[in-house]
């Protein structure tokens, strides 16, 4: 009896580390995803929508970094115009989500448009060159990032949950 119990410890011990090393090829060692090799991470999120699996369900907005780096060098302190005005932006955002996130007439859509920059790869976030884009925010957690030469980054979805953690999150929507 004592050996049997010995095996099934062990049998989960190893499932356990089996299980840390595959997050561990995602995950750094701060549990948040890796950045993909050659690639700008300009957003990243955790969790579901409707609550829960924070370290298992991540949302990332990553971008080539050629894609990245060759879109216009503008600052807010060149004093010039953007390359990509607002209304522009919010255009490609409109025909982007007509196809992908069509509005439903019952839900109340929070829009949000930012103007955020990231630092170019191996440059200094305070003193190095940076490339600006927008974040699109529509229902209060679905966002589009638009960088100023009009590419849209939609989002890559990490799902680190089990088969049966999915299974019961489905059965937790069907029953709200």
Known sequence: MRSRWALCLLSFAALAQTCRCAESEVLDEYGQPRLTPGMVRLASS????????????FTVYEVSTNVFAATP???PASLKPIPLPVHEAYAIYMKWREKNAPVQPHFTYDERIELSSEPLPGESYL???HRWYYT????????????????????????????GEKAEYEERLRRR
Do not use: A, P, Q
Request: hydrophobic share 35%.
């Open 136 to 163: 699109l925010t529509f229902n209060m957690n679905d966002r589009i990032i638009i960088l100023l030469d009009g590419t849209i980054v939609e989002s890559r979805v990490i799902d680190l949950r089990t088969e």
């Open 46 to 57: 955790h969790g579901m929508k409707h609550g829960g699996y924070y370290d298992k369900y």
């Open 127 to 129: 003193h190095g060159r």
């Open 73 to 75: 060098d503008w600052t």
